[in-house]
DNA sequence: ATTGACTTCCAAAACGTTTTGGAATAGAAT
DNA sequence: ATTCTATTCCAAAACGTTTTGGAAGTCAAT
């Protein structure tokens, strides 16, 4: 049997109210006692139970993540740098990670529901929005306490961070026009996802405001994997007039653009021009460099839990609503001097 | 607040006695009441607080798994692939995951031990072992369950998933020679992980067996991120007779070491050979595909969680000590023709 | 009429903590 | 001597469940 804050309380003679005042720093314990009994803690071991003072307290101290998985074999590096980011900050305050894993769709809404309901966090992180979230809708009507990585185009007022993906996008067009591109494509993420939406009309507002027009046959869906990268690269250059530059809406589906760029024998860089989005740690050892967008990933996981226990401890917040001006990082994959 | 058992038992005039059995489908509840509490509770949107549950049932229902950050731009895309296998076979079984990040060191040990004796888990996963593990020695040593993926040197009985790395790097070796190559380099894990021991003297034993003899200019130690492999495989090429094959012992490695060979001009897989480890999804979307050995990264989260829950549930596992044979997964960086 | 078996129910204790609302004592001020 | 103020302590209630150890009622068999 573990050690409980009664064991301390007969073991030094006095309450157990007096121990538990002793321990969480109450004033009206003796300096004499609050020794005592924190040697005699200290000496048996004690630890207290999570569980009963989460009962007592009606708090759990834990917040919630719930990774969307998409099928079994995925690998998306963002995660593991996201939740070290959250893991990090989280435990640094004190608050435990409930981490699952979901794959959107019916399932869904359950699992959050049941953390909700079953108060077993106190609040939840939610990352790759949609246009129009059910998880959000659900929280804001709630009034759960959450703060997702990514806007929706609900109208639904909630605490985020978000990069600015339309700007970001600007930047790549504006860098490869610079770059003498004429003819640029685009490999966008599926429409439901919002930076997907995000990310592709930021493309097609940087190729408008640099007086080139738009071809709808230069742009491609791809589902952010990098076999999808490979396939949409591939069909790109298989048109009459293909371009001269490919822009990934995220690394994955770059380095799958960069396989089949330089399988027909051309020359990333030099023939044609591949850019990314996200610059993940592998962008900067592509081969070669991939030209992307950065995202601070670890420090937006970090932003975000601390927002999130802030809501949690304070019940409000300013600053809620955080936008990230993103930097463009130019690396060999558009621009062969560097 | 939030509806109790306490609100359903009024309501329907029961004691809170016979609402809890009936939810517990005891068979001393009859069905006339049992469908009357169910249909209150559903009525009420009722749902049981679990840290009451646990409190009382003096089990947490949740497995820990603290996972080792190194540096905070960690990305180790083996973490999202295996954090979703453990998610996924926990919440089937009914069991929440707790995750923590903690970097290897001075603080480490306290992590675990406030998860043990706080009581937050009711076992841990540990991975990346040591070759002598102070988390596992102080596990075995309080009988706490745990699985964990890897072995070590220690003398120590405990139930674990690992695979036969040994055996992976023959099969490399093996088939490197084969393919004719006669100067193979290696460049090794650091020597604390256990599994770099074990890949690093499979290695050796390969060349050992097929007759080679065995040069100690040709062995590097690399951090296991692509910047060292592209480091190792810069230092391997400027020796005097440079290696015609390169075993990296992990994949991230090996992708360092395909640009450093590139850059020289040198072409992967007909000009020499480079290999990799762990089969991570990147792998076969490399240029050229690369040759590495398999793991089942989301089979061995599943695995371990089960065993775990098992072991918890159970106070016992058998066939807890479980060596996977691995598949050599041959690819171009290795054979051109493939 | 008693006994026994079965069904259906429940009061109270327990899990380990925190909080509430004082009580007891000592010393200082009147 | 009385009142006031600090200081130090504590009993009991509370958080929401599960479990223990019966109790009460019904029915059939004796």
Known sequence: MAVTIKDIAKKVGRSVTTVSRAHNGYDDVSAAT??????????LGYTPNTYAQRLQKQRSD?????????????????????????????????????????????????????KVEGKRVDGLIIIRTRQQDPRIQYLVQRGFPFVSFGRTRDNFDFPYVDEDSFYGMKLVVDHLCGQGHRRIACIAPPSDFNFGVDRLEGFIEGIRETGLSHHPKLIKIGDLTQRDGYRCTSELLDISEPPTAIVACNDLMAFGALRAVRERGLEVGRDIAVTGFDDIPMAEHADPPLTTVHQPIYQIGTMVCDMLIDLIVNSRLENSQIVLKPRLIIRQSSHPTV
Chains 1, 2 share one sequence.
Not at 62 to 79: A, E, K
Not at 80 to 106: H, M, R, Y
């Open 62 to 114: 834990t917040i919630g993540f719930i990774i969307p998985t998409f099928g079994p074999r995925f690998s998306d590096p963002f995660f593991s740098e996201f939740i070290a980011g959250i893991g990090n900050k989280a435990s640094q305050l004190g608050f435990d990670v409930l981490v699952s894993t979901c794959a959107p769709g019916e399932e869904e809404m359950n699992v959050y529901r049941s």
């Open 34 to 43: 609050r020794e005592l009994i924190e040697k005699t803690a200290r000496e």
